[in-house]
């Protein structure tokens, strides 16, 4: 084929990707420049039947399995102990004959083949098992997922049965002492044996989940001088490994946690994972779908904690009547309800366009490898603001609930303090807050402004009507909605017009970007949510709190853009127009929080629980 023939090619090749993605919502940033249809958008009031079995199994597991034994025996695991740890094994083990340890591993290896929404089904519910939910949780996602997307077919069948039964415990192995968020800055090394039939693999790696426990291990390091991570998959009982002690953590003490050391650790070449050089790529890839499912025990964990004190409300009495009814308690629940609902919705919506995009990717040819890869690549933006906002709702919501319990919350008995401490680390594993934070809008800036895949600048000239329209318009959640979204798009024009490149550099001022960002993708999803419902409930009432729920959340998400506009534009050093601007498009909340507010709340106390 002639040079011009393949130029050509190309070309109409990227015509028709871009063709393609202009028709579907099924594109990462989409929620910014686009309006999805609330039709097509999935909700967690359509589970199927599988999916509600699945929720039930889980459920039975988690309560008879760990939370009966943890009141049973009037504390947690902690694995530093060799007769919890052999537990957690145990554990491990009962959940793989469950088939549990196998829900991201397809069918033909023994697994259950689950799509992402499902899993993401699973990650949620899961976290009904305190920090046997990192254990497994390591099991189904990073322990495995590097060998499901990117081992050979030997690979796949030598391992993943295993893995399925709960038979071997994986891990991964990323961080280093010197390379935590600059994870390609590790050091460890591997160089080819003489007879060229191993790789001697030399180095450490820290702060490994089941560390202690695993059987095989995804390890990252450079292949002699290369400049980038290559993966291996790690015996535990190959010739220069080693397993040093637990950490004593903060939280999740049942779960294992040790660094692990290699010695002239000797790695046949077969076990090598993927290609050579290509393993930073792949951590990546695999950490985008870990912190969709954090997001998601997050989300279950809130829920799960914000029942418990709703729970202890009504039944805690004080100067003749239930706390639940003082305007205190109920300002606790009513903020937390509201958080936990929507973002909910963002958490689904995301797995269910990973799914979407996954099969249209199938559809073009790509194997199921492949799409699954691409299709959790596609949605990196919304991952990162699924783990932030999860994580931080789910660190604030055990935090009130310790403060509703009173004393009760911070003693041993009632398990809430645990949970308090457990939540601390999703703030950190599967990358900081600050980092993804920070990704979520370095990967926007880069689709928009060098690969061309978002179309901002479009979305941008449509600011000035919306202004215009502003003087006229009721502020309606749809507009409040628009408004966070045209914020952002005017505040990081504004500050990149100002700043240009070195915008990205200014951490605090896309920290505070990050924060609108998450606000709108968040807000958009629970609208989508809300509208859906309109169409389908059959309960006025229990309609009318979640609609309020996306009103209150509103109501803050559009206050906290106005604040934090104003550091935005004083830190780039806008005009004093751009205040103005940003102003007017917010408008004024129409709503009464604390009317709104207790509503929510009373709904919640009526029921006894998180009903949503």
């Avoid at 928009?448 to 318009?473: M, R, V, Y």
């Avoid at 604390?594 to 029921?607: D, E, P, S, T, W």
Wanted: overall charge neutral.
């Amino acid at each position: 084929m002639a040079d011009s023939e393949k130029k050509t090619k190309r070309k109409e090749s990227k015509k028709d990707r871009k063709t393609h993605k202009s028709k579907t919502h099924a594109q990462g940033g989409y929620f910014l420049t686009g309006e999805a249809p609330a039709e097509g958008f999935f909700i967690s009031e359509e589970w199927n039947e599988e999916q509600l079995m699945i929720k039930e199994m889980l459920e039975d597991f988690c309560i008879t399995e760990v939370q009966q034994p943890f009141l049973q025996r009037g504390r947690e695991l902690h694995v530093t102990n060799d007769t919890d740890k052999a537990e957690v094994v145990t554990l491990l083990k009962k959940a793989g004959q469950l088939g549990l340890c196998g829900v991201s591993i397809p069918i033909a290896y023994g697994g259950m083949g689950l799509d992402f929404t499902t899993n993401t089904l699973v990650s949620e519910y899961l976290s009904l098992g305190y920090s046997f939910a990192t254990t497994l949780g390591a099991q189904t996602s990073i322990g495995c997922l590097p060998i499901v997307y990117y081992g050979n077919e030997v690979q796949k069948e030598r391992y993943l049965p295993q893995i399925a039964l709960g038979e071997y415990i994986a891990a991964y192995a990323l961080t280093e002492p010197n390379a935590g968020s600059d994870a390609n800055a590790g050091r460890s090394s591997a160089v080819l044996s003489p007879d060229g039939k191993h790789y001697l693999l030399n180095g450490q790696k820290i702060w490994i989940t089941n560390g202690g426990i695993a059987d095989i291990y995804i390890v990252f390091a450079k292949i002699e001088d290369d400049k980038n991570l290559s993966a291996f998959i790690v015996e535990r009982t190959f010739d220069g490994f080693s397993v040093g002690p637990e950490e004593k953590k903060m939280g999740i003490k049942g779960s294992s946690t040790t660094p692990i050391y290699f010695d002239n650790c000797r790695v046949p070449v077969e076990n090598l994972l993927g290609e050579r050089n290509q393993g930073f790529k792949m951590a990546l890839n695999i950490l985008n779908g870990g912190r969709i499912k954090a997001g998601a025990g997050s989300v279950g964990g809130s829920k799960f904690a914000l029942t418990k004190a709703v729970q202890h409300a009504n039944s805690r009495w004080q100067f003749d009547q239930p706390i639940a009814s003082f305007g205190a308690i109920q300002y606790k629940i009513g903020e937390l309800a509201a958080r936990t609902f929507v973002i909910e919705a963002a958490l689904y919506r995301t797995a269910q366009l990973i799914d979407l995009k996954t099969a249209e990717l199938q559809s073009q040819g790509f194997s199921e490898g492949e799409a699954k890869i691409k299709g959790i690549r596609e949605f990196a933006i919304e991952a990162s603001i699924i783990k932030v906002k999860g994580s931080v709702l789910a660190c604030e919501t055990l935090d009130e609930v310790i403060q509703i319990h009173g004393g009760m919350g911070y003693a041993l008995e009632t398990g809430i303090e645990m949970g308090y401490r457990d939540a601390r680390i999703t703030k950190i594993y599967e990358g900081t807050n600050e980092v993804n934070s920070l990704l979520s809008v370095g990967e926007l800036a880069k689709r928009a402004l060098q690969t061309k895949e978002i179309d901002l600048t479009t979305a941008g000239k449509k600011i000035p009507l919306f202004l215009l329209q502003s003087f006229f318009a009721i502020n309606t959640e749809e507009r409040m909605v628009q408004a966070l979204k045209n914020v952002f798009l005017f505040l990081f024009g504004a500050a990149g017009k100002k700043m240009g490149k070195k915008l990205i550099e200014e951490q605090e001022i896309v920290l505070h970007l990050s924060g609108i960002l998450a606000d709108a993708y968040a807000a958009d999803s629970a609208l989508l949510k809300v509208r859906k419902l309109k169409k389908i409930s059959q309960d006025e009432e229990r309609l009318l709190v979640q609609q309020q729920m996306l009103q209150l959340f509103l109501y803050h998400a559009v206050e906290n853009t106005r604040k934090i506009a104003r550091e935005i534009i004083a830190s780039y050093e806008g005009a004093t127009m751009h205040m103005h601007i940003v102003n007017r498009m917010l408008g004024k909340s129409l709503i009464n929080p604390k009317r709104v507010r207790r509503n929510i709340a009373q709904y919640l106390i009526q029921k006894n629980a998180y009903p949503f």
